[in-house]
């Protein structure tokens, strides 16, 4: 499977942002899709999200709670994270991955096998 992640841009803090992650194939829904980030000064892709393969099962990070939600939909090989209320810390370059484990093994970087080629987000103050 094949990733295309998008909907990066320079905004206010306090904005709302809509990313998305598009696949090309067809074994898009046998995928548990995650995004993870990277910081400037990071030097690794945290996690942030990530939806099963039927949409319904979701984990967020901690810092993601209340703030982010994911929606996937199959038909459209997408999944779309939408970002309130966003921070200057939040400026990171977004990336999306797929994995073939279920979401409860999907919560670190290892476990995706295929990788979008990221979008970079930049928060204001």
């Known amino acids: 499977v094949q990733l295309q992640a998008s909907g990066g841009g320079t905004v206010q803090a306090g904005d709302s942002l809509r990313l998305s992650c598009v696949a090309s194939g067809s074994t898009f829904s046998t995928y548990t899709i995650g995004w993870f980030r990277q910081t400037p000064s990071g030097n690794e892709r945290e996690f942030v999200a990530t939806v099963g393969r039927s949409g319904e099962v979701k984990k967020y990070a901690d810092f993601a709670e209340g703030r982010f939600t994911i929606s996937r939909d199959n038909a459209k090989n997408a999944v779309d994270p939408e970002i309130h209320n966003l921070k200057p810390e939040d400026t990171a370059v977004y990336f999306c991955?797929?994995?073939?484990?279920?979401?409860?093994?999907?919560?670190?970087?290892?476990?995706?096998?295929?990788w979008g080629q990221g979008t970079l987000v930049t928060v204001s103050s």
């Open positions: 991955g797929a994995s073939p484990f279920g979401v409860a093994q999907a919560l670190t970087r290892l476990p995706y096998h295929h």
